[in-house]
């Protein structure tokens, strides 16, 4: 299994930026998919959900209004597009399952939001 994350960069504030992650050796279309992003001595923490079985979502309060996750199953890939970035927005955003198996992280793409 390998998760292929790009999309990431550098923006100024109240910039947009969309994520993929282009997922090989299982299939998204069934499985709760997720976003994740760490900021240097910090833990990993959940972002963004989407599930699987009727397409609800969740997202953690500091990104909901402005993050939104699809997916595209014939692509096997999941985005995140992201809107009215804010410096701390800025972290590593990884995608992996929810709950994540911890063999699935890719490299993650790195997020730089200034002010």
């Known amino acids: 299994v390998q998760m292929v994350e790009s999309g990431g960069g550098m923006v100024q504030a109240g910039g947009s930026l969309r994520l993929s992650c282009a997922a090989s050796?299982?299939?998204?279309?069934?499985?709760?998919m997720a976003w994740y992003r760490q900021t240097p001595g910090q833990e990993r923490t959940l972002v963004a959900r989407l599930r699987w079985m009727d397409n609800s979502t969740f997202y953690i309060d500091s990104v909901k209004g402005r993050f939104t996750i699809t997916k595209d199953n014939a692509r096997n890939t999941i985005y995140l597009q992201m809107t009215s970035l804010k410096p701390e927005d800025t972290a590593i955003y990884y995608c992996?399952?929810?709950?994540?198996?911890?063999?699935?992280w890719g490299r993650g793409t790195q997020v730089t939001v200034s002010s």
């Open positions: 992996n399952e929810d709950p994540h198996d911890a063999g699935y």
């Open positions: 050796g299982l299939t998204i279309w069934y499985l709760t």
